[in-house]
């Protein structure tokens, strides 16, 4: 899971950070305290799977940049769920926050957990929407992925992966049977288009093709014409 923190109280975004960083299924969290700093961002969005905001993001009386940011994210078409936290509990703040197609209202001062709780289940049901899961555990032939403790199992045998390798091959997981390109995993996986050494993408796949190598299903990922990949059991 990428999720993005926009918020301007530097102690709430903080603990809001510490609890998602610590989240196994995380892969990146990011954080910005202004519009201006979402407006450098707005090439990547697309790269996230949840957006939280605050709708006030600075001191001026009847700031209200979180409607913009939500407008921004939904004329790109894009559907990535949009939690909103605010101190304004006035209903017509509410009714244009969903107006604007944001995806949930939370209220200040906010209980922790119930953010928690609330991240995960829209994150659950956009990006995993188009599977169907059995409490948390999804099973794509003989390979099933436990999604509260990331874990991977082949045939009921744990696959040991790295954190890294556990993120590239749930994306292959999630979007299986379907044509992923270089950018696309790109994107998720570090945020931009930077291949340096470390980030270069097809030494991670092949690092991950090593770790399903013993269990025989290292062949399920395929490169096709060098800029697609896909995976599948077919």
Same mark, same amino acid.
């Given at each position: 899971m990428n999720i993005l923190i926009i918020?301007?109280?530097?102690?709430?975004?903080?603990?809001?950070?510490?609890?998602?960083e610590s989240k196994v299924v995380t892969n990146r969290v990011c954080t910005l305290s202004s519009l201006q700093e979402f407006y450098h961002h707005i090439s990547i969005i697309s790269s996230y799977d949840i957006v939280l905001t605050d /709708?006030?993001?600075s001191p001026e009386y009847n700031n209200q940049d979180g409607f913009? @940011?939500?407008q921004i994210i939904r004329k790109k078409d894009l559907k990535i769920p949009i939690v909103v936290i605010s101190g304004n509990s006035y209903?017509?703040?509410?009714?244009?926050?969903f107006e604007c197609w944001a995806s949930d209202y939370i209220i200040k001062p906010?209980?922790?957990?119930?953010?928690?709780?609330? /991240?995960?289940?829209?994150?659950k049901n956009y990006y995993l929407s188009h599977i169907y899961f059995l409490g948390n555990i999804q099973s794509y032939k003989d390979l099933s992925y436990d999604i509260e403790s990331n874990e991977f199992y082949f045939q009921n045998k744990k696959i040991t992966l790295t954190k890294n390798s556990k993120y590239i091959l749930s994306l292959f997981f999630v979007h299986r049977e379907k044509l992923l390109s270089e950018n696309f995993l790109i994107e998720k996986i570090w945020w931009d288009i930077c291949c340096i050494i470390e980030r270069n993408l097809r030494v991670n796949i092949s690092r991950l093709k090593k770790w399903l190598s013993p269990f025989g299903i290292?062949?399920? @990922?395929?490169? @096709?014409?060098?800029?697609?990949?896909?995976?599948?059991?077919?």
């Open positions: 918020e301007d109280d530097v102690f709430l975004r903080e603990k809001i950070r510490n609890i998602f /709708i006030k993001l913009e @940011i939500i209903v017509e703040n509410l009714r244009y926050a906010i209980r922790l957990k119930e953010l928690e709780v609330r /991240i995960m289940n829209w994150f290292d062949t399920r @990922i395929q490169n @096709i014409h060098w800029e697609w990949y896909i995976f599948s059991a077919q």
